[in-house]
């Protein structure tokens, strides 16, 4: 079953015409992604999609939280098993789709579907489009940390992690409805990995062997930090953009280079941050460029690098 906002509640409740297949041009199509009583692979837009977690409904015994609670992040991920087996079970925060189209010209509206905005900016979508190509070319668990699919969780769950990892935040903006009638957790299910490894100059290379594999299938994660990756494996996908990305068809090829440039440069700033003994760097020219112009003047002139959401809310 794939949730929804109580916004996209509404207007799904509204609309009385049954799902249709989608043409090119869907902007007069009904709202398909936030359907409820769906559980084929998602989202369901041209592109990459994840399978759901095979086990869904068996019962979780969450352990505990890995991350960490008052970070702004895209999600809360907890320590579970489920039928004798440890993952990590990343849980996402609510996403409100309202204001997906604001900002895009009605020349771009005739060609980007409400649904393909939704597909490319929720990061919980971002996640299942990045790791369904991965799948596809095989690469999941070599780059990545292992995913075992998506899946839901029912609203009643928020009590529990509420009292016992005292965790409020999930945006969720349907608590004047009654408990059954509130929209459930999306979630994505990993491997769990408890033992991480020091960030070496040896890890940094492999690193950096795997991001460019893993851009050469289109998929360009973003938000390259060292607190998204686990034993050198990648394991955050929230801000990823992978192809097709409606991003990369409605702007200007120099403003598609930086979006699709941005994790190289996040590489780079992390081997400086993590202050790894190595003078590796993921973007080709970067030492040539930092010479030419500081990080604070291309930040000023280009907005480039940005932060990874600056550029969604555009
Ligand atoms: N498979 C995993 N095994 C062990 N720990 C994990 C795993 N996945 C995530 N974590 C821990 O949870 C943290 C948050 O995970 P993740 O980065 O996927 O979520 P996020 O909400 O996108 O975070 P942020 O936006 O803060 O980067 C990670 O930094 C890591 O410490
Ligand atoms: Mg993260």
Redesign the pocket.
Known sequence: MVPKTSASNKRVQKSKTPPQKAPRVIRQQPRRLSKPVYRGPIPRVEGPKLDEFPYRGAAIDFRTL???PY???????F?VQMLGQSY?L?IFKFYDDEDDDVGLWPSQKEIVSLDMLHAHRD?FYNECRAYGRLKETNLDGKVA?RCHGYTTLPATIEAELEERFDIVGWDRDDYDEPMKKRAVFRAIV?????DDLPLTARVAKKMKRDLWLIRKQGIYPV?I?A??Y?RGLL??F??AMTEPHYLFEIKPDWQVRMYKNEDLFAFDSMMEDEKVKTSLRAMPNSDYLRKLRSRDYLQKRYGWPRSPQVHLSA
Not at 71 to 77: D, F, L, N, W
């Open positions: 890995l991350s960490d970070a702004e992040g895209e999600s809360h991920v320590e990590a990343k990061p940390v990993k491997d769990l990995v408890m938000d930090k607190r998204n686990k394991v955050d929230s801000t």
